[in-house]
């Protein structure tokens, strides 16, 4: 018994996170793209876990193929689409997703699928943070606030969005050790806190101003995330770039040949480990897109 305990602290002072290794991905499909600067250093922030894939790839691909530093904030844990209206169990499901890009991450650097976690500080909120134990540049963060389809989080649905609005005051997902809930403010916080422990260069976000599409709108936790990272960035100078969402789904393919396999191969990773996420049209459509804010 006590070499269980033993085994169970060293457990929890460095997990590592570890899954078969992928085979690594197609050397020359960032070419098509062009290289990054060398001395540039990359942050997304993104609402959900796939966001990023989906929407700001291929362009992501370069920093981890190029061996550059670049750390994906996931702002909410993504649960929403689970427990609610199934079976499921909504903090199993949003660990399969973070699973899922974990799975991705690794078959994009051509590593093994292996991860150091562990819990950062962010203007006195707790992060999990995650880096590829054989490429620590290549790294994940998580806030854990509520999904936007989540009824149960402190006022129902939309948390995000009042968050952003400055509506309410919503507890973190699952509800954590913070004696108060999360107000707009510590949301900003948390980002400003996070630039400047990383200090990024690139400042990669969704659109904060989509176009209305009568037949398609984006997702309010998109155009919430985007905002929250856009105004934490205030002042400091971060080159910013901004991807179209849901809108992007009629407009015309432009991810094609080499990167439109690397997409739909990275995204097909994630998508082993998401159970509600099928083969819709609309997600091929997705990995065949992406286009950047003017």
């Known amino acids: 018994m006590k070499g269980i305990r033993m085994f169970a602290a060293a457990a929890l002072a460095l997990v ?135 009824p149960r989080a402190d006022g129902g649905r939309d948390a995000l969005t009042r968050l952003w609005e400055d509506r309410s005051c919503v507890r973190r997902f699952p509800s954590g050790p913070e004696p108060r809930c999360v107000v707009r403010s510590d949301v900003v916080g948390v980002l400003r806190a996070l630039y400047a422990r990383f200090r990024p260069t690139v400042l990669r976000t969704l659109d904060p101003d989509p176009p209305r599409n009568r037949k398609l709108c984006d997702h309010p936790d998109h155009v919430a995330s985007a905002r929250f990272a856009l105004a934490a960035a205030s002042g400091l100078g971060l080159r910013t770039v901004s991807y179209r969402g849901y809108p992007m789904t009629g407009w015309a393919p432009n991810v094609v040949g080499a990167l439109r396999e690397l997409k739909r191969q990275v995204f097909g990773l994630y998508l082993g480990h998401d159970y509600r996420v099928g083969h819709t049209w609309r997600y091929r459509a997705w990995t065949e897109r992406m286009y950047r804010v003017p």
């Open 16 to 150: 590592l996170v570890a899954v078969l290794a992928c085979p690594a991905p197609p050397a020359a499909a960032w070419t098509e793209a062009g290289r990054p600067s060398r001395w540039e250093r990359f942050m997304q922030v993104v609402a959900h876990p796939d966001d990023d894939l989906l929407f700001m790839s291929p362009d992501l691909y370069g920093a981890v193929q190029w061996h550059l530093p670049t750390l994906t904030v996931y702002l909410t844990a993504g649960e929403g689409q689970a427990g609610w209206d199934d079976d499921r169990d909504p903090v199993a499901y949003a660990r399969d997703r973070a699973e899922g890009l974990r799975a991705a991450y690794a078959f994009l650097a051509g590593q093994r699928d292996v991860w150091r976690v562990r819990t950062i500080m962010a203007a006195g909120f707790p992060v999990r943070l995650e880096e590829l134990a054989d490429r620590p540049a290549v790294r994940l963060a998580f806030v854990g606030l509520p999904d936007g389809g989540d």
